[in-house]
């Protein structure tokens, strides 16, 4: 009995696909993109900006799209930025259900807390790992901004 409802349970996980995270429930969603962030400037940080935005635009005619920007190093500046128009779209994209992350290692050696930064971002204990994380659950990388 218990391997035919294994079976059964394997058989549905491949019709219906799986869920992304166990926190979010049964959510569907078709790509998952980790963008990472570790420059500086904000013309690059209005780039990644602009490219997450248009793969959003371009991938939500496949399905549901989930992106994590995940800044450390010169990066997490992209995050401090004084700027109303990145953190606006920044706001935004939190505000679509997309997550935006601070290496947490970074944020130690800036001296940087949970109130220097918005209260949509999270602190992960280091963006690298973040990122492999997300790599080895499938998701899509992308290396934002073309570093000029």
């Known amino acids: 009995m218990k ?8 058989f549905l996980v ?17 790509h998952h993109v980790v963008v990472q962030v570790n420059f500086d400037g904000e013309k690059q940080w209005d ?3 602009r490219n997450v ?5 371009a991938l939500a005619k496949d399905g549901d ?5 995940v800044t450390h190093g010169k990066g997490v500046g992209l995050l401090t930025t004084k ?14 259900g997309d997550q935006i992350a601070a290496c947490g290692n970074t944020c130690n050696k800036e001296h940087l807390t949970a109130k220097d930064l ?4 999270t602190i992960v204990d280091a963006g690298v790992a ?3 994380r997300r790599q080895e659950q499938g998701w899509s990388y992308l290396k934002g901004g073309s570093g000029f």
């Open 130 to 132: 973040e990122i492999v």
């Open 47 to 49: 780039e990644v900006l």
């Open 14 to 30: 491949l019709l219906y696909g799986s869920p992304v995270r166990a926190d979010e429930g049964t959510k569907q969603v078709k």
């Open 83 to 96: 700027d109303p128009d990145l953190q606006a779209r920044l706001k935004a994209l939190s505000d679509s």
């Open 118 to 121: 918005a209260s949509y971002v």
């Open 3 to 10: 391997k035919i409802l294994g079976l059964l349970s394997c």
């Open 53 to 57: 935005e248009n793969l959003k635009k």
């Open 65 to 69: 799209i989930e992106v994590e920007i």
